[in-house]
T-cell receptor
Framework: NAGVMQNPRHLVRRRGQEARLRCSPM?????VYWYRQLPEEGLKFMVY????????ESGMPKERFSAEFPKEGPSILRIQQVVRGDSAAYFC???????????FGSGTRLTVV | GQQLNQSPQSMFIQEGEDVSMNCTSS?????WLWYKQDPGEGPVLLIA?????ELTSNGRLTAQFGITRKDSFLNISASIPSDVGIYFC??????????????FGTGTRLTVIP
């Protein structure tokens, strides 16, 4: 029973390129959450999705960032035209319902050069 | 979003010592969760608390849900080197339609000196 799978683990992008981060939730989990963590800082909520729907995107920047969780396949966090300030660890978590504890993936570390 | 005040920010302790950290909020929560994050990894759930006053243990870890529902603490007894990491509290507010309702503290960075 695999946990939350995130890939890639490390991603290097040049300024202006696009970054696509993937998250496959645990089997049976239909709720997905994305968080960003800057070095030496805590977890900042970005977006909450439930199959095919965005429930809450209040933590996501309005420009360049988008997220989806299609009926089939992983959840994708897309960052267009990346800038140096986007460098961070991005964590995905999933849960079977919104009232239960979240299981986190190992994260994708994005470095923008 | 909700503000969770977690303290201390960091701790340096000798192996074998006990550790205590806590989280407070200005709002009432109906769930408290404690996570540990090892370097380069995602947070792992340690303890979940669902009722005010609840005291739950997981090995050398003990956590309590404050009776005011606005705070929680985590104790680690007889610390060992592998306890090193960042500990996060997380609190869940009562159900809000169409909104994220789980909020994380800023973390306590624990260093254990052998």
């Amino acid at each position: 029973n695999a946990g939350v799978m995130q890939n890639p683990r490390h991603l290097v992008r040049r300024r202006g390129q696009e970054a696509r981060l993937r998250c496959s939730p645990m089997k049976g989990h239909s709720h997905v959450y994305w968080y960003r963590q800057l070095p030496e800082e805590g977890l900042k909520f970005m977006v909450y999705l439930q199959k095919e729907n965005i429930i809450d995107e209040s933590g996501m920047p309005k420009e360049r960032f988008s997220a989806e969780f299609p009926k089939e396949g992983p959840s994708i966090l897309r960052i267009q035209q990346v800038v140096r300030g986007d460098s961070a660890a991005y964590f995905c978590a999933s849960s079977p319902s919104r009232e239960q504890g979240y299981t986190f993936g190992s994260g994708t570390r994005l470095t923008v050069v | 979003g909700q503000q969770l005040n977690q303290s201390p920010q960091s701790m340096f302790i000798q192996e074998g010592e006990d550790v205590s950290m806590n989280c407070t909020s200005s709002s009432i929560f109906n769930t408290w969760l404690w996570y540990k994050q090892d370097p380069g990894e995602g947070p792992v759930l340690l303890i979940a608390l669902y009722k005010a006053g609840e005291l739950t243990s997981n090995g050398r870890l003990t956590a309590q849900f404050g009776i005011t529902r606005k705070d929680s603490f985590l104790n680690i007894s007889a610390s060992i080197p592998s306890d090193v990491g960042i500990y996060f509290c997380a609190g869940r507010t009562p159900y809000q339609t169409g909104a994220n309702n789980l909020f994380f503290g800023t973390g306590t960075r624990l260093t254990v000196i052998p």
